[in-house]
């Protein structure tokens, strides 16, 4: 099965600084998805990527994924602590469910 | 439609007791899945159904475990003589089949602890 690797384990930024999140798939990733969740509540979509070299942004949310399929990105820009939270990457298995990394926690210092 | 619903929100249980909780999907969506998440840990798939049919479970899911989904619509997930590593967050989620696209769609999870 699918293995999703997310790095770094955590990070604390201060505030206004930028910061990356990595996710290495053990497979092709045929869907990506960015999900941010908060300690002890569900999971909040972010967003969703499908085609090699793919890139999307949100508000100072960019995810991009690379043109072999293998490994994505979460790049926040000018971090706030509404930022801060847990965040995951989920690949979609065979169109069936999630499989998803151990997830990355952020702290943002003000 | 106010997304996906799960209740209860927390569950404290003696180890031995059984436990059930519900899960209401977006009105749309025929397929559920239940996830369950440890502290530091991504959400772990257990099981997922299409309409009433129960189509993949995981080896996680043990005998203990069962769920249902009688008419397509809401589905229950019962822990039977709970036993302290089943404390986690049990997370539902619903999509549509054939438009993974759109993603799916995360609920806010039933926190349970085994005393």
């Not at chain 2, 159904?49 to 069962?66: C, G, I, M, P, V």
């Not at chain 2, 769920?67 to 989620?93: H, N, V, W």
Request: charged share 20%; with cysteine.
């Amino acid at each position: 099965s699918q293995e999703l690797e997310q790095s770094p384990q955590s990070l604390i930024v201060q505030e206004g600084k930028n910061l990356t999140i990595n996710c290495t798939s053990s497979k092709t990733l045929y869907g990506l998805y960015w999900y941010k969740q908060k300690y002890g509540e569900g999971l909040i979509f972010l967003m969703m990527l499908q085609k090699g070299g793919e890139e999307k942004s949100h508000e100072k949310i960019t995810a991009k994924l690379d043109e072999k399929k293998q490994q994505s990105s979460l790049h926040i820009t000018a971090s706030q602590p509404s930022h801060a939270g847990i965040y995951l990457c989920g690949a979609d298995e065979y169109g069936n469910k999630l499989v998803f990394g151990a997830g990355t926690i952020l702290r943002v210092k003000s | 439609d106010t997304g996906v619903s799960q209740d209860p929100r927390h569950k404290i249980t003696k180890r031995g007791q059984n436990v059930t909780f519900r899960c209401d999907p977006i009105s749309e969506h025929n397929r559920l899945y239940w996830y369950r998440q440890t502290l530091g840990q991504g959400p772990e798939f257990l099981t997922y159904f299409q309409n009433e049919a129960q189509l993949e479970k995981s080896r996680l899911l043990s005998d203990r475990f069962s769920a249902e989904r009688p008419k397509g619509s809401f589905s229950t997930l019962e822990i039977q003589r709970t036993e302290q590593g089943d404390s986690a967050m049990y997370l539902c989620a619903s999509s549509l089949a054939g438009m993974g696209g759109l993603g799916y769609t995360f609920g806010s999870g039933t926190r349970l602890t085994v005393v």
